[in-house]
């Protein structure tokens, strides 16, 4: 039956084996062994944390959930346990933090995602008036106490921001205070100044009595230290209000020097995109020159290389027209005459004709042009002079 339901008692969302599912119980008898205690709580489900100190006669166990630890500390506060009344309240939450200065736009969920990353978080909320809107105040409970120390720390130090208004998280440790049990009857201390104290019944005060005399004074004062906070509280909502203003005007100041300083930086940027740019154009021109020098360059080349073939090709024409005609090329007979051309002191091109002068009336130069001269011809007429 109620084992079957235990799943039923956890809220949706809810995370178990917190912190607050953990329960402190006191005035154990000395003999109590584990199994003794563990079997104690056994209907409440498995539990997922069990301390007993046995030499001080308390103990510690954390249950799945929030609704079960309520279920078990209405069931087995003071229930007898061999001869002992025990004593079930919910044990202090070491590691739960105050936060307060928060924005009127922080949620639950914020809080928890702020937070984490000091370590895990098992509860964050955002207190609440009657109306659901927020106080400013929250808390946060984490799973571990170096979480909670760390974050205490780290925002104590620095600045830590939860939204776009930079206005600073202020952590302070949880003053943790049981306004659910209580002081019961049984546990108050039972000293002389308890006796003195509780020898007279509650009353009013008659007016002009001793007692009604010193009541007024301590009413007096009371009422000096509530106009004192709340005159303190105006000073405080005064301030606030002109840091709000003041912090409104100043961001807006803020945005605009970051707008300028972006306008500066994108006009700065688009000069020098049009350096670079005027820079690779000059670097394409002084390209495109370049190849236009190499071009005319290659294409002199090409015409001293073409004229250079033309005037050879007109060399060997003329070597052939020469040929043709019987005549040779006077350059290449000089060529083959070699020093004998330097006997001839007249013009060394002038016509072959006025050189040598041809035989037996020719037309032609020495033999060439008379073919019917013969060798014996020749030897006859050298020998004839040297006779």
Known sequence: GFKANLSLLRRPGEKTYTQRCRLFVGNLPADITDEDFKRLFAKYGEPGEVFINK????????????????????????????????????ATHAAALSVRNLSPYVSNELLEEAFSQFG?????????????????????????????????????????????????VIVEPLEQLDDEDGLPEKLAQKNPMYQKERETPPRF??????????????????????????????????????LESEMEDAYHEHQANLLRQDLMRRQEELRRMEELHNQEMQKRKEIQLSRQEEERRRREEEMMIRQREMEEQMRRQREENYSRMGYMDPRERDMRMGGAATMNMGDPYASAAQKFPPLGGGGGIGYEANPGVGQAAMSGSMMGSDM
Not at 206 to 216: I, R
Not at 226 to 231: C, G, S, T, Y
């Open 205 to 242: 005060a008659q007016p002009g009595s001793f007692e009604f005399e010193y009541s007024q004074r301590w009413k007096s004062l009371d009422e000096m230290e509530k106009q004192q906070r709340e005159q303190v509280a105006k000073n405080m909502k005064d301030a606030k209000d002109k």
């Open 55 to 90: 030499g001080k006669g308390f103990g510690f166990i954390k249950l799945e959930s929030r609704a079960l630890a309520e279920i078990a500390k209405a069931e087995l506060d003071d229930t007898p346990m061999r001869g002992r009344q025990l004593r079930v309240r919910f």
């Open 120 to 168: 895990p978080v098992e509860r964050a909320v955002v207190i609440v008036d009657d109306r659901g809107r927020s106080t400013g105040k929250g808390i946060v409970e984490f799973a571990s106490k170096p979480a909670a120390r760390k974050a205490f720390e780290r925002c104590t130090e620095g600045v830590f921001l939860l939204t776009t208004t930079p206005r600073p």
